[in-house]
């Protein structure tokens, strides 16, 4: 999901600010960040095979597919996507 705040950033024109998150995501704040295994990548494919019907991007299979392994049960996000997922309360 890092990618798709990123990439929001700088399609609205905050280039800068995209990267001072990345920073401090990266560098700066105490958090953790998940990477997607090969095994949550293949697992993503068949979600997206399922699913054919929705509009969603990529990095949304694959952060359902990462949030399902890891038992995340509420999700911050402003993606209305994360709401099809039925799978996660999102905030807010």
Not at 20 to 25: E, G, K, Y
Not at 28 to 52: H, M, N
Not at 57 to 68: A, C, G, I, K, L
């Amino acid at each position: 999901m890092i990618d798709e705040l990123l990439t929001l950033l700088r399609y609205r024109g905050e280039f800068r600010r995209s990267i001072q998150v990345a920073q401090d995501l990266t560098h700066t704040l105490p958090i953790s960040i998940e990477r997607i295994s090969p095994a949550d990548f293949a697992t993503a494919i068949e979600v997206f095979q399922r699913f054919a019907d929705k509009t969603w991007s990529f990095t949304d299979y694959t952060s359902r597919v990462v949030m399902e392994r890891l038992g995340v049960k509420q999700a911050f996000s402003f993606d209305e996507h994360f709401r099809q997922f039925a799978t996660v309360a999102v905030v807010p």
